[in-house]
T-cell receptor, first 114, second 112 residues
Framework: DTGVSQNPRHKITKRGQNVTFRCDPI?????LYWYRQTLGQGPEFLTY????????KSRLLSDRFSAERPKGSFSTLEIQRTEQGDSAMYLC????????????FGPGTRLLVL | QKEVEQNSGPLSVPEGAIASLNCTYS??????FFWYRQYSGKSPELIMS????GDKEDGRFTAQLNKASQYVSLLIRDSQPSDSATYLC????????????FGKGTMLLVSP
């Protein structure tokens, strides 16, 4: 069991550029979550997949954000036309898909928008 | 809007003491409760989960839940400098979806 992995670990980009992050969940976990965390705050929920279906999206997820999980395995989170306010740690978590279950977090991708 | 409240701290305790971390939540429908530890620059790591009223012990950690008071706490016995981190309280409504609502976290500092 290799744990949740995320790539890249760090990303620096200029305002207006597009960025894409990848998350590989723990194998056989069918639920995958994206969260965003800024300094001094707890993680905030962005979106959630059950297998390949995107079941819930936060109002924090503006039209510039899109997430996919095409084959129910890895997921990508794309931010278009990045803004300085998008600078944050983007966290991915996965869980087996049972009631009262634990979410396991990946190491995160730290984004800095200049 | 679901809210999870924590004292931001820092909570400073000497090595060997008991650290007590508290959390309140607004949604009475909440069913699952978690404590995560987060070191600076790292991602959250699960410490404890609790689902029923009462105490749950795991090594030096004890989680306490009181659903009537909408209160959950974490006690760390024999605190060590390596316990210095931010402790995040997270709540799950468990309505069929499993999204977590986090507090802002309490910073714990354990001095040698």
């Amino acid at each position: 069991d290799t744990g949740v992995s995320q790539n890249p670990r760090h990303k620096i980009t200029k305002r207006g550029q597009n960025v894409t992050f990848r998350c590989d969940p723990i194998s056989e976990h069918n639920r995958l979550y994206w969260y965003r965390q800024t300094l001094g705050q707890g993680p905030e929920f962005l979106t959630y997949f059950q297998n390949e279906a995107q079941l819930e999206k936060s109002r924090l997820l503006s039209d510039r954000f899109s997430a996919e999980r095409p084959k129910g395995s890895f997921s990508t989170l794309e931010i278009q036309r990045t803004e300085q306010g998008d600078s944050a740690m983007y966290l991915c978590a996965s869980s087996p898909g049972q009631r009262q279950e634990t979410q396991y977090f990946g190491p995160g991708t730290r984004l800095l928008v200049l | 809007q679901k809210e999870v409240e924590q004292n931001s701290g820092p909570l400073s305790v000497p090595e060997g003491a008991i650290a007590s971390l508290n959390c309140t939540y607004s949604d009475r429908g909440s069913q699952s409760f978690f404590w995560y530890r987060q070191y600076s620059g790292k991602s959250p790591e699960l410490i404890m989960s609790i689902y029923s009223n009462g105490d749950k012990e795991d090594g030096r950690f004890t989680a306490q839940l009181n659903k009537a008071s909408q209160y959950v706490s974490l006690l760390i016995r024999d605190s060590q400098p390596s316990d210095s981190a931010t402790y995040l309280c997270a709540v799950n409504e468990d309505s069929g979806y499993s999204t977590l609502t986090f507090g802002k976290g309490t910073m714990l500092l354990v001095s040698p």
